[in-house]
């Protein structure tokens, strides 16, 4: 059964870099199959892309969110890997990591998410 | 890229059945039928529950369907049973590998 999960510091401070690890076990993150997203929820909101990586390294980005937002993959380590600069509350939010099937054109598995509060 | 819309609350009655409405516009609903649908419980990861607008992954209840009519997708739940109760949030491609998600429903079963 394939499980994520995601890790990384529940706290950071406002104008910081925000960094997370989603690990997958189960399966290999090096499948042509599939992609990898990064989704998170702000508190009492609804779900924001925030992009995808595959396993070659090739993203994709929220436009919205583009300029700060990194997303890198591991091979070696069946990870990948969230960065997001300059961060202030309005980032607060539980981020979740997923699978996207490229066939399916969805994300059939997600972790359960870990929240990440953006305060000094 | 704006967000899908969808009632911020539905309810109903066990056995009832209802339907939440998503809505987005040509550029993601309207242009493609890729719209799924997740049910998230508190706490829990979130499980998909519709793809491709219609289809349904291995072991999730014919009760849940989808459809999609222009610009709106919709999730009809039927035989509403108490474990339905949580959030439910649409999620449509938008085009050059992006995507949109709804700012979600939460059904009370009554």
């Known amino acids: 059964q394939l499980q994520l999960q995601e890790s990384g510091p529940g706290l950071v401070k406002p104008s910081e870099t925000l960094s997370l690890t989603c690990t997958v076990s189960?399966?290999?993150?090096?499948?042509?199959?599939?992609?990898w997203g990064w989704i998170r929820q702000p508190p009492e909101k609804g779900l924001e892309w925030l992009g995808s990586?595959?396993?070659?390294?090739?993203?994709y980005y929220n436009p919205s969110l583009k300029s700060r937002v990194t997303i890198s993959v591991d091979t070696s380590k069946n990870q990948f890997s969230l960065k997001l600069s300059s961060v202030t509350a309005a980032d607060t939010a539980v981020y979740y990591c997923?699978?996207?099937?490229?066939?399916?054109?969805?994300?059939?598995?997600w972790g359960q998410g870990t929240l990440v509060t953006v305060s000094s | 890229q704006s967000a899908l819309t969808q009632p911020a609350s539905v309810s109903g009655s066990p056995g009832q059945s209802i339907t939440i409405s998503c809505t987005g516009t040509s550029s993601d609903v309207g242009s493609y039928n890729l719209v799924s649908w997740y049910q998230l419980h508190p706490g829990k990861a979130p499980k998909l529950m519709i793809y491709e607008g219609s289809k349904r992954p291995s072991g999730v209840s014919n009760r849940f369907s989808g459809s999609k009519s222009g610009n709106t997708a919709s999730l009809t739940i039927s035989g509403l049973q108490a474990e339905d109760e949580a959030d439910y949030y649409c999620c449509s491609y938008a085009g050059s590998s992006t995507w949109v998600f709804g700012g979600g429903t939460k059904l009370t079963v009554l």
């Open positions: 997923a699978r996207l099937v490229t066939a399916m054109v969805t994300f059939d598995y």
């Open positions: 189960g399966g290999s993150i090096s499948s042509s199959s599939y992609y």
């Open positions: 990586i595959y396993y070659s390294g090739g993203t």
